[in-house]
């Protein structure tokens, strides 16, 4: 029993290996509060117990690691209490028939509800003796109302009154800063996105700077523990703030508060951690979420394409301009002759060739006679690109001449 020294008799205890869904055993307490499973396999298991009124009263873990063990699990009963209270709207008047619920935040944290009656008044039995919190809420009059309380011994009545506020939201809910800035708040208090989507008509868009962001978890004893926050918030600061309240998650009370100014480029987050109990608890916070490392408010337009114009009359290719190139002008340089008694000879020739020429009849130099290019100006303009490699023109056992040059 609760005080840790009555036996409980017929008590009932329900044996399960954890991840099974069908009990391994199920036996009920002698009258001196004895039990006994003769043969239990290997493995780990959760014991739970319920007492002569078939009400959840505790469990146990355990773990059978050799054969042939015999493991002592003694287990006392978590003491009940009872909550009562009022309900009030905010002019005062009784809350009539409205619901009622309280979430336990101890080792027993199943949610118990009732609704209140016609005068406001509500009570809640077999409320295990802890800390809870108890919340009314009316969302088609956007009404809510929450209190913290404690059950402290077995057969306590605790009086709980709930005030009722015009400050509930339902979630998801969207806050905006002074740029116009969307604040996508979700059910535990992430941001989903921020700016996204396309404005089909002006090809306007922004790249979405959140992938569900500022998301809270406990770590404890290795075990991950992900704040799922509520369905409904309570705003504060004219609207600016939304409060998010979960109790009971690693014993601990939680609420999230996430403010966004109208006159600031920001969301602030304040995260209330808060230990109901009379024992210190230890946990691990982390706060994660995808955020892009740098987005911008400019719209990101897409490129326009061209569209071709059925009127518009093509270009002739006869009309096409031709590329300006300097003309050509080819020189071959007869060698001198050095005779006896006369002045030596130097005999040049010049020819001009179309460039439709050059292709069709390369002029090559003899073995004997170099070939130099040079640049005129004033000569007339060819369409042939200027030479680049010309020693190529002397052939296969022909000398080239080292002063092969081309002046683009």
């Known amino acids: 029993m609760p005080d840790g020294t009555t036996p409980a008799a017929q008590a009932t205890l ?14 009920k307490s002698l009258a001196d509060g004895s039990y006994q499973f003769p ?10 117990v319920y007492d002569s009124a078939n009400i959840f009263r505790n469990y146990a873990l355990f773990t059978i690691a050799t054969s042939g063990q015999t493991l002592t699990q003694d287990v006392i009963h978590i003491g009940l209490g009872t909550v009562k209270g009022t309900v009030s709207n905010p002019d005062g008047t009784a809350a009539a028939n409205i619901a009622v619920n309280l979430v336990p935040s101890g080792r027993l944290t199943a949610a118990l509800g009732v609704n209140a009656d016609a005068s406001g008044n509500y009570t809640i039995a077999n409320v295990p003796a802890e800390s809870f919190q108890v919340t009314a809420q009316n969302l088609s009059q956007g009404l809510s109302g929450t209190v913290a309380g404690a059950v402290t011994k077995d057969g306590d009545i605790e009086t709980v009154n709930i005030p009722l506020s015009s400050n509930i939201v339902a979630l998801g809910q969207t806050l905006t800063d002074f740029n116009n800035f969307p604040y996508d708040i979700q059910k535990d208090g992430s941001i989903l996105s921020g700016a996204q989507g396309l404005k089909p008509l002006s090809n306007v868009g922004i790249y979405p700077p959140y992938t ?19 369905t409904t918030g309570t705003t504060s600061l004219a609207g600016r703030q939304i ?3 979960q109790p009971g998650l690693a014993d601990l009370n939680l609420t999230r508060k996430i403010y966004v100014p ?6 602030r987050y304040l995260e209330l951690l808060t230990n109901p109990t009379s024992s210190p608890i230890t946990v691990d ?3 994660s979420g995808g955020i892009q490392q740098a987005f911008s408010l400019q719209p990101h337009r897409r490129p326009l394409q061209r569209q071709p114009d059925p009127l518009r009359r093509r270009p002739d290719p006869r009309h096409r301009r031709r590329p300006r190139h300097p003309p050509l002008a080819l020189h071959r340089t007869l060698p001198r002759r050095s005779l006896p008694g006369r002045r030596p000879r130097q005999a040049h020739r010049r020819r001009h060739l179309h460039p439709a020429q050059l292709h069709q009849r390369p002029l090559l130099p003899r073995p004997h006679l170099p070939l130099e290019l040079h640049h005129h100006p004033r000569r007339r303009r060819s369409s ?3 030479l680049r490699h010309p020693t190529n023109l002397a052939g296969p056992g022909l000398r080239p001449s080292p002063a092969w040059t081309s002046s683009p």
Not at 212 to 230: I, M, P, Y
């Open 39 to 48: 043969t239990v396999p290997l493995g780990n298991y959760v014991l739970n």
């Open 285 to 287: 916070v982390q706060v």
């Open 212 to 230: 569900n962001a500022f998301r809270l978890s406990l770590f404890q004893s290795g075990t991950t523990l992900n704040f799922t926050g509520a």
């Open 14 to 27: 329900i044996l399960y290996q954890i991840g099974a869904y069908q009990p391994t055993a199920t036996i």
């Open 243 to 245: 409060a998010i309240a």
């Open 262 to 267: 109208s006159d600031g480029y920001f969301a």
């Open 384 to 386: 042939l690109p200027p």
